[in-house]
């Protein structure tokens, strides 16, 4: 045997001699401990299961509103109350240890590993919090949106991606707190996300405009929208596209990034429409039946149940009295805004007929002179008979 191997043999032995001294000095710290304090420890004990059972009071009193509040559109309240009902059996328990560990007066190796598990339990109860309490503010911004199966594989996959990044975060922490080096463990993986996002940007774009769609509602399934120069119906919102009818029938699909690049107008959130109607009067149309044209047209729409904006004279046309009829539909049926104005024009062209206001068509009149300039004219005039 070689003088290193002796060395190395004398050194482990010597170690070996050490720790089993260490541990009996513990072994022997701990006897001591808990035959001079067994009264304070079982104070301690009683007293932590009575805060143990007032934290399960709670949390318990908790969960039965939170099953109250299921259906409703979970208020701030109701949202707190959830992510601490929350809370786990086991970080109630190292709580309540925790709270009355020093007044027993523990060795410090109780101690120790006492805060130990205590910081463990502590960060993944915090990350659990932290995850009911976003998964809840989501749940809270889209409740009312609607959006079926593209919402349940959102919440899906945003689970998954905070879930992921808190119990990170909080797996960092506990290690950190062992004492072990996270910088590679950090930088690791920092670079890795920056590579898997490079890798897969337009996913990821296609992603983060779908959870656009979703939160910021510019438009819902069954809404009818336009586009550049595509009027179409929403059939369906997707996590990469999204696809709509056209209104000639024709199938679109179309990229969510590219579609909110797009000035988007939603047909179908329009609340009140505003209707313009020309109508047109024959040159021969006396000045007093004119001037009433206003209020009669004014008559015609509130008769229909549309809501009057103003009428009045436009211009002299070609071969026209020009007036304008601006009115207001409600409602965000179209189907009934289109009949509101069919019926405005069918009671103008009666009351018209009625008042004997005659509407105006394109017309032109052709004057003939001789040669010396006289006038002639293409009919027969009654002195000339």
Not at 21 to 47: F, R, T
Not at 150 to 155: R, S
Not at 226 to 241: C, F, H, N, P
């Amino acid at each position: 045997m070689s003088v290193s191997d002796s060395s190395n043999s004398a050194s482990d032995y010597a170690d070996l001699v050490r720790q089993s001294a260490e541990l009996k000095e513990a072994v022997a710290d701990g006897l001591h401990w808990l035959s001079n304090h067994a009264l304070q420890i079982l104070v301690a004990a009683a007293v932590a299961m009575m805060l143990y059972a007032v934290m399960s009071l709670i949390k318990r009193v908790l969960s039965r509103q939170r099953r109250t509040d299921l259906d409703d559109n979970l208020p701030l309240w109701a949202l707190i109350s959830r992510t601490v009902a929350r809370t786990t059996h086991l970080f109630m328990a190292i709580t309540a240890v925790r709270l009355v560990v020093g007044y027993t007066h523990p060795p410090e190796l109780v101690l120790q590993t006492v805060r130990f598990f205590f910081t463990i339990a502590a960060v993944l109860q915090v990350a659990i919090w932290a995850r009911e309490f976003i998964l809840g503010l989501i749940e809270r911004k889209t409740g009312e949106s609607g959006h079926g199966e593209t919402l349940a594989n959102a919440m899906g996959l945003i689970r998954v991606l905070v879930t992921f990044a808190l119990f990170a975060i909080a797996t960092i922490m506990v290690l950190d707190n062992l004492g072990v080096n996270v910088t590679g463990l950090v930088a690791g993986l920092g670079i890795g996300g920056i590579a898997i996002g490079l890798a897969a940007q337009g996913i990821f774009s296609d992603l983060f405009a779908a959870l656009s769609i979703i939160f910021d509602r510019p438009f819902r399934q069954g809404d009818t929208v336009q586009y550049d120069a595509t009027t179409a119906t929403v059939e369906r919102i997707g996590l990469k596209s999204t696809r709509l009818r056209s209104v000639g029938g024709e199938a679109k699909v179309i990229s969510n990034a590219n579609l909110l690049q797009k000035e988007i107008t939603n047909l179908a959130d329009i609340e009140v429409r505003r209707f313009a109607m020309p109508v047109s009067l024959i040159y021969q149309t006396p000045p007093e039946k004119a001037l009433r044209v206003p209020d009669i047209l004014k008559q015609v729409v509130e008769g229909a149940g549309a809501e009057f904006q103003r009428a009045g004279f436009s211009g002299f046309g070609p071969s026209s009295l020009d007036f304008e009829l601006f009115f207001f539909v409600h409602g965000s049926d179209i189907d009934h805004a289109v009949a509101v104005r069919h019926a405005i024009g069918m009671a103008i062209l009666t009351r018209f007929a009625k008042e004997e206001l005659e509407f105006a068509y394109p017309t032109q009149t052709t004057f003939t002179a001789a040669p010396d300039g006289t006038m002639i004219y293409p009919f027969a005039r009654q002195q000339d008979a």
